[in-house]
Nanobody
């Protein structure tokens, strides 16, 4: 089982930057992919960015050119630049292993205009 612990959320003004971190604990070998999802009030959870064990990345169109996902061993990072108020959401870390999803507890990101 994979246990995920997120950090790095907070309040930032529009145009600012934040970095989210997610550390994986437990049986972390053979994690196929890790990523970040977000859920704004009244909206469905959506994929923000993901990175595979082969370091292939995927981004939502809304964050391309502003967000960068990276991975260092058992930790995945989301570097967020040029933040917009519409980026406000709870951000969840995700890991996929043998087709099963593990989720972090979520971290709030609030972007003020």
């Amino acid at each position: 089982q994979v246990h995920l612990v997120e950090s790095g959320g907070g309040l930032v003004q529009a145009g600012g930057s934040l970095r989210l971190s997610c550390a994986a604990f437990g049986t972390i070998f053979n994690i196929a992919a890790m990523g970040w999802y977000r859920q704004a009030p009244g909206k469905q959870r959506e994929l923000v960015a993901s990175i595979t064990s082969a370091v292939s990345t995927n981004y939502a169109d809304s964050v391309k050119g502003r967000f960068t996902i990276s991975r260092d061993s058992a930790t995945v990072y989301l570097h967020m630049n040029s933040l917009k108020p519409e980026d406000t959401a709870v951000y969840y870390c995700n890991a996929v292993k043998y087709g099963r999803n593990s989720w972090g507890q979520g971290t709030q990101v609030t972007v003020s205009s």
